[in-house]
């Protein structure tokens, strides 16, 4: 059996852990021989890093592990490259949440002003990480979840276009699916979606059973409209306090389906469909880098820490046997609970879409493609998200048809929004810069656009390039 390399870039986020305890757990199906980290930021790398060791040691010991920021050794002899990085870190995530809020719109990392700000960061970083990649590995694949996704996928679209191994996905929509096939008693496993939009701005029309065929979203809408109070109730007991900010948005969603009752949309859709609503959720004094920071920033590197200082996870209560191996039995009844890592939902997303590139299954997954008649009423060089068969060799589109009238309006408002920035990125372009934040339903004003630029540009500085 062949046993692949994997290189993780952005080797010192916070999802890396789940992402490194998740191959543990799929070594049986999806082998792997070595396992790289690769960051640009040596410090908090170190911290994961120091955990992976223990980690590999004992639950993967045949496993060649390490971390490093050199490119050379990273990217060769590589089959896949996981890339999550943060183009800035996350004081310029700071940034992007908070600096809209001083002139009185929404701050959020891949939506409105702040995703566009983030936008310009990430491309460039993405694409030098992809030729470098690509310099050391010719024909591994790429998958990228780094945001914002859409604008990332736009880019590398033109800049890339024969090279069919580089993938953009997401996890939200599973993330949707997660939340609302329970209450009909339906596993995701069970389904393959219809869906289509951009990334972070989409719709589910079907969810349709793997062996029969039944469409199973006429049902969750019905059960929803008939126990919505009930629902209501349920997702608003979740919210733990102010700052749960994944269980509020869940709330949200849920009174955004009451309200266009015909399909499932994507959370992110909050943000475009109910302004004024998301505005209120934070302020300039806090945002959703102060949860993370506060939260699973300290969580995690915590849980990272003590596991190095104590050299092992067997036989404590960070051992994770009884998720490798199923049989085994954990003698330390703490283990269960205590564990932080909790393989997060992007991480088996992205190792599904693996399992079916490497066993060429063809299985039905969400990824974003140019649309090339898929949407046959939308523009054709749209990176739509959609369904498509995951092959060995290539990512098949599944043809959608038509969109309604609203959501063809929505989306075409946004590509405009995405394609003018690109371009501006890459024409180094002042004129399409503003016109881009302009454009942006979330700014919506030429001037607010000029003030908002004239801000990132200050705490930007050379992360951004100069436009003229």
């Known amino acids: 059996m062949k046993k692949y390399s994997v290189v993780i870039c952005g080797g010192g986020s916070t999802y890396t852990p789940d992402m490194m305890e998740l ?46 920021t ?19 870190g996350l004081k310029q995530r700071n940034n992007d949440e908070k600096i809209p809020y001083e002139f009185d719109c929404i701050g959020q990392e891949t939506c409105g002003p702040g995703g566009l700000a983030y936008g310009v960061r990430s491309v460039i970083q993405m694409v030098d990480l992809i030729k470098d990649i690509r310099t050391y ?45 329970p209450l009909i008693g339906v596993k995701r496993s069970q389904i393959y979606p219809r869906y289509f939009g951009l990334n972070h701005f989409g719709w ?31 997702f608003k007991k979740k919210i733990k306090d102010k700052n749960d900010h994944w269980a509020i948005t869940f709330l949200d969603h849920l009174e955004m389906l009451h309200d266009f009752p015909y399909s499932l949309p994507n959370t992110y859709n909050l943000y475009y469909l109910y302004p004024d609503r998301t505005l209120k ?8 880098y102060d949860e993370v920071m506060n939260g699973r920033e300290v969580m995690v590197f915590d849980y990272c820490r003590k596991i190095a200082e104590l050299g092992r996870m067997k036989g404590t209560e ?40 490497i066993n060429n299954a063809n299985e039905i997954a969400l990824v974003m493609i140019k649309n090339d008649g898929i949407c046959q009423n939308l523009d054709s060089e749209m990176m739509l998200e ?21 959501e063809k309006g929505l989306l075409e408002n946004q590509y405009a929004c995405e394609k003018l920035l690109v371009d501006a990125i890459l024409e180094k372009d002042a004129l399409k810069l503003r016109q881009a934040f302009t454009e942006n339903r979330i700014v919506r004003d030429g001037d607010l656009a000029k003030k908002l630029i004239s801000r990132f540009i200050e705490v930007n500085k050379d992360l951004w390039p100069t436009f003229k």
């Open 281 to 288: 959720h934070y302020n300039i004094h806090h945002t959703r």
């Open 70 to 88: 050199d490119k050379r050794k990273a990217f060769e002899d590589i089959d896949f490259a996981f890339v999550q990085i943060r183009a800035g």
């Open 137 to 181: 590995s010719k024909d591994s694949w790429i998958i990228n979840y780094s945001n914002p996704a859409a604008i990332v996928a736009e880019a590398t679209k033109r800049i890339f276009p024969s090279d069919k191994k580089i993938v953009n996905i997401c996890d939200m929509p599973t993330s949707v699916l997660d939340a609302y096939l």
């Open 318 to 357: 960070f051992d994770i046997s009884s998720k490798i191996n199923p049989d085994y039995t954990v003698d330390n009844p703490q283990a269960a609970s205590t564990v932080y890592a909790d393989n997060d939902v992007h991480a088996s997303y992205l190792v599904e879409l693996v399992l079916s590139i």
């Open 204 to 234: 589910f029309t079907g969810l349709y059973d793997k062996e029969t065929g039944h469409d199973y979203l006429p049902d969750l809408l019905k059960y929803v409209e008939e126990n919505y109070d009930e629902i209501h109730e349920m």
């Open 386 to 406: 959609v369904s498509c068969r995951i092959g060995k060799e290539e990512i098949v589109p599944l043809h959608y048809g038509s969109v309604p009238a609203f």
């Open 23 to 68: 191959l543990c757990m799929m070594q049986n199906d999806f082998p792997l021989r070595k396992v790289i980290l690769y960051d640009i930021y040596s410090e908090r790398q170190e911290v994961v890093g120091k955990f992976g060791e223990v980690m590999f040691k004992e639950y993967y010991p045949d496993l060649e592990f390490f971390y490093t």
